[in-house]
């Protein structure tokens, strides 16, 4: 299949963690009737060498995509096995919502990368950006000289911000227009290359990001079209000048285009203008990512030493992504966002984090999750990175705590339409991603001791 159409190929399902599943009665509902829900599991350990020759009872060795890889720096050398396990994993479309907020946050980063290995401007996590408007025109070509104000960016622009705020936005409280900023600076291509550059399993499962997002998805977005962006980096002498760093562009990356026999949602949707259309959602010129392809970009982040592309972030760049990604409201730089508990408190945007810490026991302060969830058009997902990262001195507590990475999407829209916001996110899909995040760490973590 080409790349960037139809679903991508469907991974072997695996008895053993199906069962484990099936045991659980309170995915019982869901998993006797999974086409209905789309329902999808991909469960992935990470197994130092010890663990991954033979030295256990083969109960976790099932082989993954990608077995054991050999990374070799200036002073060690590492060895780690990725086993991968998956029920229904990529047997159908969905919709992916936030979960693709990850994509832009990467090649964002990777953007100013480019940006700096090229000679065109050296903007810092803190160097303040300012954005044309995506619609308005804006008088300012790429020739004119820029504004010499410190005070404020050129007229027409957004208020300043920050990479940094805008990537800490996007992960711990989801917001959509901090992605649309890290959209509009990684561009589609950038995008469609890095998440299809040659990593664990080439060719990639084909990510395609498409569009920004909005709270009220329900209108239109012309994705290809990229406003400029201007940057505190100085001109001339003079440090706190404004220069435009990213030009007007349209991108149009036709090639991603789905098929709409494949990916279409729903009996029914509602269209922007209000009205019922009794037919489903055409998602072929929306996002798409696989659960393989988002769990894959956890990885590269998680385990560089699993990323064999050329477009790797840079330390600081990959560690500060990963913190952010872990991190709570809480950590937020925004007080609207770190005070408001009742809005948004811990456990928000984390389907998986409750039932993590069900199995471990305590407060939660024993395991960290990083991750990038998404919910939208009756689809629920996670993408997440789970570690045990304190037991104390107890080596009984500690054994066999490898980290594993779990990604899971479902869909619960028991009426068909699509975009009338009329789903059983609070009845079944949260409650469900909750029972399945304590069932896989309760077998990854404890049944293997006994």
């Given at each position: 299949?080409?790349a960037?159409?139809?679903?991508?190929?469907?991974?072997p399902?695996?008895?053993e963690?199906?069962a484990?599943?099936r045991a659980?009665p309170?995915?019982?509902s869901?998993?006797?009737?999974p086409?209905?829900?789309?329902l999808?599991v991909?469960l992935?350990?990470?197994?130092p060498?010890?663990?991954g020759d033979?030295?256990d009872?083969?109960?976790?060795s099932a082989?993954?995509e990608?077995t054991?890889?050999?990374?070799?720096?200036r002073t060690?050398?590492t060895r780690a096995?990725?086993r991968?396990?998956?029920?229904?994993a990529?047997?159908e479309?969905?919709?992916p919502?936030?979960a693709?907020?990850?994509?832009?946050a990467v090649?964002?980063?990777?953007?100013?990368?480019?940006?700096?290995?090229q000679?065109?401007?050296?903007?810092e996590?803190?160097t303040?950006?300012?954005?044309e408007?995506?619609?308005?025109?804006?008088?300012?070509?790429?020739?004119?000289p820029p504004?010499?104000s410190?005070?404020a960016?050129?007229?027409?622009c957004s208020?300043?911000t920050?990479?940094?705020?805008e990537?800490?936005a996007?992960f711990h409280?989801?917001?959509?227009e901090?992605?649309?900023?890290?959209y509009?600076v990684?561009?589609?291509?950038l995008?469609?290359e890095?998440a299809n550059?040659e990593s664990?399993?080439?060719?990639?499962?084909?990510?395609r990001?498409?569009h920004?997002?909005f709270?009220?998805?329900?209108g239109t977005?012309?994705?290809?079209?990229f406003?400029?962006v201007w940057?505190?980096?100085?001109?001339?002498g003079d440090?706190?000048?404004?220069?435009?760093?990213?030009?007007?562009?349209?991108?149009?990356?036709?090639?991603l285009?789905?098929?709409a026999?494949r990916?279409?949602?729903?009996?029914a949707?509602?269209a922007?203008?209000?009205t019922?259309?009794?037919e489903p959602?055409?998602c072929?010129?929306?996002?798409?990512a696989?659960l393989?392809s988002?769990q894959?970009t956890l990885?590269?982040?998680?385990r560089p030493?699993f990323?064999e592309?050329?477009?790797k972030?840079?330390?600081?760049?990959?560690?500060?992504?990963?913190?952010?990604?872990?991190?709570s409201?809480?950590?937020?730089?925004d007080p609207?966002?770190?005070?408001?508990?009742?809005?948004?408190p811990n456990?928000?945007?984390k389907?998986f984090?409750d039932?993590?810490t069900?199995?471990?026991?305590?407060?939660?302060?024993?395991?960290?999750?990083?991750?990038?969830?998404?919910?939208?058009?009756?689809?629920?997902?996670?993408?997440?990175?789970?570690e045990?990262?304190?037991?104390g001195?107890d080596?009984?507590e500690?054994?066999?705590k490898n980290p594993?990475?779990l990604a899971a999407?479902i869909?619960?829209?028991?009426?068909?339409?699509?975009n009338?916001d009329?789903?059983?996110?609070?009845d079944?899909a949260e409650p469900?991603m909750?029972a399945?995040?304590?069932?896989v760490?309760?077998?990854?973590?404890?049944?293997?001791?006994k």
């Amino acid at each position: 299949m080409a790349a960037g159409r139809g679903a991508p190929a469907a991974l072997p399902d695996d008895t053993e963690l199906l069962a484990i599943l099936r045991a659980d009665p309170r995915l019982a509902s869901v998993l006797e009737d999974p086409e209905r829900y789309r329902l999808q599991v991909l469960l992935t350990e990470v197994a130092p060498a010890s663990d991954g020759d033979g030295d256990d009872d083969g109960a976790h060795s099932a082989p993954c995509e990608a077995t054991t890889t050999t990374t070799t720096t200036r002073t060690t050398t590492t060895r780690a096995t990725l086993r991968r396990r998956a029920y229904r994993a990529d047997a159908e479309y969905f919709y992916p919502a936030s979960a693709v907020k990850i994509y832009g946050a990467v090649v964002a980063l990777f953007q100013l990368q480019l940006m700096a290995s090229q000679g065109v401007a050296v903007v810092e996590l803190d160097t303040p950006l300012a954005f044309e408007s995506r619609t308005a025109p804006v008088a300012a070509s790429n020739d004119a000289p820029p504004p010499k104000s410190a005070a404020a960016p050129p007229l027409g622009c957004s208020a300043p911000t920050t990479m940094r705020r805008e990537i800490s936005a996007l992960f711990h409280v989801s917001d959509n227009e901090a992605f649309n900023r890290c959209y509009d600076v990684a561009g589609r291509t950038l995008m469609w290359e890095w998440a299809n550059s040659e990593s664990l399993n080439p060719p990639f499962r084909g990510p395609r990001i498409l569009h920004r997002l909005f709270s009220e998805a329900k209108g239109t977005d012309d994705g290809g079209s990229f406003p400029g962006v201007w940057a505190r980096v100085g001109r001339d002498g003079d440090e706190d000048a404004w220069r435009r760093v990213l030009c007007r562009r349209h991108d149009v990356c036709g090639h991603l285009v789905g098929d709409a026999k494949r990916e279409s949602v729903g009996k029914a949707h509602v269209a922007a203008d209000g009205t019922v259309v009794d037919e489903p959602l055409d998602c072929s010129a929306r996002n798409r990512a696989s659960l393989a392809s988002l769990q894959d970009t956890l990885i590269r982040l998680t385990r560089p030493e699993f990323d064999e592309s050329n477009f790797k972030l840079t330390e600081t760049h990959r560690r500060f992504v990963l913190a952010a990604a872990a991190g709570s409201p809480r950590d937020s730089p925004d007080p609207s966002a770190r005070d408001d508990a009742a809005t948004f408190p811990n456990n928000y945007n984390k389907f998986f984090v409750d039932g993590v810490t069900r199995a471990v026991g305590g407060d939660g302060s024993r395991v960290r999750i990083t991750n990038k969830c998404g919910q939208a058009f009756g689809f629920s997902v996670d993408n997440a990175f789970v570690e045990w990262i304190g037991g104390g001195e107890d080596e009984d507590e500690n054994r066999n705590k490898n980290p594993f990475y779990l990604a899971a999407a479902i869909e619960t829209n028991a009426n068909g339409v699509v975009n009338d916001d009329v789903y059983e996110y609070a009845d079944v899909a949260e409650p469900f991603m909750d029972a399945l995040a304590e069932t896989v760490a309760r077998w990854v973590w404890r049944e293997r001791e006994k």
